[in-house]
């Protein structure tokens, strides 16, 4: 889902961090209702708002845009690339203005540009700090792919800066807006088998050729950084809860050459505070169909696949064991409750703060493997998505 940047910018300045500006605040957990309820009977804006995609690779061009065809909020209104050619095509098919087509140098224009509300990067992860910063700056709000940084540091340091400006942040959790997914929340948070003693989740594709993603320097890691954090997501806000610890470890390397700069697999488990564990595995030489599954003591619930854009599905212990949910456009979904919220001051029920919850955890995930000693979380930002559906 890259765009890599054809200007003069290095990729040494593509990684730098600075500093965490002083007085950031971050926010405890959220009680929020269930997405898009209040949608239906949302006032019509006078116009939609609009969405500049920042980096122009496959995820933005296969599904962010056409996504954005279908919004009733939101439109697709600005492009930035590093691609002459893409810029042309883009511009073509989806008739965007020459005035909201930028390049990472003229990037910051868009500060005097009020037909773009929303920037929403989706960029290698290393370089989504910069990128979120200068959005911000440039007084726009910001929704970031996941996840939101490469550091807790520099995560921080986002969730600051978009503070300081005062507008919304949000993280490109979809999942949280599409069906299967939130009736997993429902039945784990409203402990529809009683508690939850055991969770499940892997995610994974076979790599085989060089890429981003096994480019230390651009992705921050491996797997863990791409497909693991669907499993970190989805045992949390099954759950209800942040682990208190993890235990972790790295799985053996098929292919040192391609593999030289991150893992290639990983497993790791979460331990929560009344007992309950989530055992997690992650790979880039496996093809795995995303599972998610729930286990307490009157039954369980399970989705496979539970993490692709579509064909998501599901089965139950009670009964007829099917979960008759509809798959909708989940980027659709995602980007209307975030310009909804905007329209209406509302907070997002995926915010900044939720990103570096992950990246905490991704961090103390790496800890875990490294050390091979278990690795408190106690610490990390405590901010879950509450369900509001009922039992």
Not at 51 to 79: D, E, H
Not at 157 to 186: C, D, I, T, W
Not at 259 to 270: H, I, P, R, Y
């Amino acid at each position: 889902m890259n765009d890599f940047l054809a200007s003069a910018t290095s990729r040494r300045d593509f990684v730098r961090t600075l500093s965490l500006g002083a007085g950031a605040t971050l926010v405890g957990a959220h009680a929020l209702a269930g997405p898009l309820d209040w949608l239906a009977g949302a006032p019509a804006a006078d116009r939609k708002l609009g969405v500049a995609l920042v980096g122009l690779g496959g995820y933005s061009a296969g599904q962010l845009a056409p996504a954005l065809q279908q919004t009733k909020f939101c439109r697709l209104a600005g492009i930035v690339t590093g691609t002459p050619a893409k810029a042309a095509k883009w511009k073509q098919q989806y008739s965007i203005p020459d005035a909201n087509v930028y390049d990472y140098k003229t990037f910051d224009r868009m500060i005097d540009n009020p037909a773009i509300d929303i920037v929403y990067v989706v960029l290698p992860n290393a370089m989504h700090a910069e990128y979120v910063v200068r959005a911000a700056q440039a007084g726009k709000h910001v929704i970031c792919e996941k996840p939101l940084a490469t550091s807790a540091a520099d995560a921080r340091r986002m969730v600051a800066a978009v503070q300081k400006a005062g507008k919304k942040f949000s993280v490109g959790y979809r999942l949280h807006f599409e069906p299967h997914n939130q009736e997993m929340m429902r039945l784990g948070q409203r402990e529809a088998y009683g508690p939850v003693r055991h969770l499940a989740a892997d995610n994974g594709f076979s790599l085989t050729t060089p890429s981003w993603r096994v480019d230390r320097a651009l992705s921050g890691g491996g797997p863990l950084m791409d497909m693991g954090i669907y499993c970190v997501q989805g045992c949390l806000y099954t759950k209800g809860q942040v682990p208190v610890s993890v235990t972790a470890k790295f799985t053996a390397n098929p292919d040192p050459k391609l593999f030289k700069d991150v893992e290639a697999g990983l497993d790791w488990q979460f331990q929560f505070a009344d007992g309950a564990t989530a055992d997690c595995r992650t790979r880039y030489t496996e093809n795995m169909e995303g599972r998610l599954r729930i286990e307490g003591p009157k039954g369980w619930a399970e989705l496979t696949p539970a993490f692709g854009y579509g064909g998501l599905a599901g089965k139950t212990s009670q009964n007829d064991g099917r979960l008759d949910l509809p798959n909708i456009n989940q980027q659709a979904a995602q980007m209307d409750d975030f310009a909804a919220c905007i329209l209406q001051n509302k907070p997002t029920r995926v915010p900044g703060e939720m990103g570096l919850r992950d990246v905490q955890l991704l961090e103390a995930i790496y800890r875990a493997a490294e050390t091979g000693q278990k690795v408190s979380t106690k610490d990390v930002v405590q901010l879950i998505d509450r369900t509001s559906a009922g039992k």
